[in-house]
């Protein structure tokens, strides 16, 4: 068993000058360069110095222009909350602008050789975030910068938003010049907004696809502000006294988002001590609940007309739904594209398409922004049990890797004496409804008062950033086990295993890892492909995680050592949980979720996609169903694939082909390399072609 230990090595630009990267990249072997640490934080540091410098240059052409641009988050952030500025890291300039001065901005921008990222043409009311609307400069350091509408999850008008956050601004020179930010109260304001924006469902930011078409890799984070938005809100509750969040709470209100800005500040726990003394909502917002049910394009637009506010505003925006942009028109149907007539035949079939679609969309919409309903029966009768707690809390997690041997994991801690964990994981953590409540309800499932230790199961923990500070929070820093496996045979097992759940075409795995290599993999359509290869990178994940646990906490299994020395592992691993490392167990000896990497067997268990409906977002996921005869007949499947195809097809892993192996082998090349680091644990198969 390895555990991260020694010093931790610095990889982002957080505590050393550019000066210093620059001596300390002389001094690097080849071999510590190609890691990705040192050119990394050299290329944050000449990212932070590219934005500060565009920044400035933009803040003195909008002078000039009559433009006044309100900068929000970055910079801003930086300066208000970091003793040392350097340690908040950006990727973009997010500017304020006043409505009547949008044109003269993007007129502005075109001048310093910015390029919009918005299809031409199209009206915002067409776009998916119409608060917004981005641009970007090329060049060996990308520039990208967002012209703000209005801020995420605000349904007042624009022109109310800009007079309110603009009250009492100040000042910050950046590059030399200075530039307006928003007061302590505006500024806490959008802190909760963020934090509820990329604390409330995981997901990839549209807007950044541009940025790995230029090139700049995957040894840079795109989500940024993702990655900081809840030490941003941890170091705005530390500094900001109660009258400025009172005052941040009463123009959330006015400007109708307060249940986000609640949400927000209650994702963490100094933040629900300020929201309980603030009386602000408890609960998860309708918006947020939507967004986690991957909604129709329909229930969306729904969502939106219901919080646009003011009636003109509603009929602008139901007018640019029925009679879009012709440029709108052009992208989006390709009866449109015929010519004049076919134009006008699709101008006149949208009113009917989206009248055919709305029965079914206000159905979704429903069921997503309903609010969920307390759990009875069973799972009731226990919690309200003599036991006055109800149970106990976990205090371990396995938390990941998906496709890792963490089943095996599971059933070995499970059979321990001294453990209590369910048979089922638990993702409760991950759940986009998620409240403090939710993990308090779990008391009832750990009961056992002879057990030393508690935990549960979810492998696909590891990959989802919102669940590390959730967990700390939530259970009071829980011990967290992780077993990791070889990336590129997990890529492997869990694109076959998307395959046969549906969620991932059936495809040639050659094939499908030169598409993936090779394509965007942003936007809410390509998570399911995202996570077969992102989840792969180890390090960056655990970083994540020391983040908010500190190392004694965090336990790392190979997947090569449990199956090379799976009794002296176990040992291990009980003991750094403080169980009785004595205990033999048997249950390693079982061969568990055996991959399949037959085409037929797949295609055969994608026949039980065909016994149940689509779900709400139209797309089918296999489970048991509940009619009888659809049930009949997803059995009949489950036996055949178990008693008859599996004994005529034991077709192992496929052997990747020579050019697709060097490119997922040195797609990971970095990651592995800093992992190695943080373990201290030699990792050279994971880099050498497998055969």
């Known amino acids: 068993m390895a555990r991260p230990g020694g010093e931790q090595a610095d990889t982002s630009v957080v505590e050393r000058s550019l000066g ?5 990249g002389r001094g690097a072997t080849p071999e510590q360069t190609c890691d990705g640490r040192i050119v990394t934080a050299r290329l944050e540091a000449f990212r932070r110095l590219a934005l500060d410098s565009a920044l400035a240059d933009i803040a003195r052409l909008f002078q000039r222009c009559g433009v006044r641009p309100l900068l929000i988050k970055g910079p801003a952030f930086a300066r208000w909350l970091y003793d040392d500025p350097r340690e908040r890291s950006y990727n973009d300039i997010d500017l304020l602008l006043a409505p009547n001065e949008f044109a003269a901005a993007k007129r502005g921008l075109a001048e310093l050789n910015f390029t919009s990222l918005a299809p031409e043409g199209w009206h915002p009311n067409e776009h998916a975030d119409a608060y917004h609307e981005e641009w970007i400069r090329p060049g060996t350091l990308p520039v990208a910068v967002e012209l703000h509408h209005t801020l995420w999850g605000v349904p007042a008008a624009p022109s109310l938003v800009w007079q309110r956050l603009t009250e009492n601004v100040q000042a910050i020179e950046v590059a030399g010049t200075p530039v307006n930010v928003p007061s302590e109260a505006v500024s806490a304001l959008i802190v909760g907004l963020h934090a509820a924006d990329h ?18 890799g995957e040894s840079v984070r795109l989500d940024v502000g993702g990655r900081y938005a809840q030490r941003d809100l941890q170091l705005a509750l530390e500094r900001a006294d109660m009258q400025t969040w009172r005052a941040a709470a009463a123009l959330a209100e006015e400007l109708g988002a307060g249940p986000l800005f609640a949400f927000g500040l209650r994702l963490d726990s100094a933040g629900r001590d300020v929201a309980d003394q603030l009386g602000l909502t408890d609960g998860v917002p309708r918006q947020l609940r939507l967004r986690a049910s991957a909604p129709t394009a329909t229930a969306q637009g729904i969502e939106r007309l219901i919080t646009t506010r003011g009636l003109g505003a509603r009929l602008r925006l139901l007018g640019h739904q029925l009679v879009p942009s012709r440029a709108f028109m052009l992208a989006s149907s390709p009866l449109a594209r015929r010519g004049r007539w076919g134009l006008t035949c699709a101008y006149l079939w949208r009113p009917v398409r989206l009248m055919m679609k709305l029965p079914r ?45 963490s089943n095996m ?35 009832s499932r750990f009961t056992d008062e002879n057990a030393v230790r508690r935990g549960f199961k979810a492998a696909s923990y590891l990959g989802q950033p ?21 990336p590129v045979k997990r890529a492997i097992s869990a694109w076959f295993w998307y395959m046969k ?111 149940v409906p689509p779900g709400e977002d139209g797309v089918r996921r296999p489970h048991r169903p509940e009619r009888r005869l659809p049930a009949l007949a997803d059995s009949l499947i489950l036996r055949g694939d178990r008693h008859v195809l599996s004994r005529l097809d034991r077709s192992g892993p496929p052997v990747l082909g020579a050019e697709i192996e060097h490119a997922l082998r040195s797609y990971y090349r970095a990651d592995i390399l800093r992992l190695r680091e943080l373990l201290g644990v030699e990792l050279s198969p994971w880099l050498a072609p497998s055969r």
């Open 466 to 486: 919102e669940v590390a500070p959730r967990l700390a929070a939530d259970l009071h820093t829980p011990d967290v086990v992780f077993v990791l496996r070889d």
């Open 361 to 405: 969309g206000v159905q979704a919409w429903s069921r997503a922004a309903a609010p969920a309903q307390p759990e009875t029966g069973a799972r009731t009768a226990i919690t309200t049990s003599d036991s006055p707690s109800g149970g106990a809390l976990p205090d371990f997690v396995v938390a990941g890797a998906q496709k890792a041997s």
């Open 20 to 24: 210093a990267y620059a001596d300390e």
């Open 501 to 611: 759940l549906g969620r991932v075409p059936v495809r040639p795995v050659d094939v499908a890892f030169r598409r993936l290599l090779g394509s965007d993999l942003t936007g809410p359509e390509r998570e399911n492909e995202r996570q077969i290869l992102e989840w792969g990178l180890y390090a960056r994940h655990l970083e994540h995680w020391l983040t908010y646990f500190p190392r004694e906490k965090i336990h790392v299994v190979l997947d090569i050592d449990l199956r090379r020395d799976p009794d002296r592992t176990i040992r291990g691993l009980y003991e750094a949980l403080g169980l009785d490392p004595g205990f033999t167990p048997t249950a390693h000896r079982r061969r568990y979720n055996p991959g399949i990497y037959s085409y037929p067997r797949v295609r055969w268990l994608r026949l039980r996609l065909r016994c």
């Open 409 to 443: 994991l599971h059933a070995v801690l499970r059979e321990h004496p001294g453990v209590e964990m369910p048979a089922r994981e638990r993702v409760d953590f991950a759940d986009p409804n998620y409240s403090s409540g939710s993990a308090e309800a779990m008391r």
């Open 199 to 216: 604390g409330s469902a995981r997901r990839s930011p549209a807007g950044w696809s541009h940025l790995r078409r230029l090139g700049l």
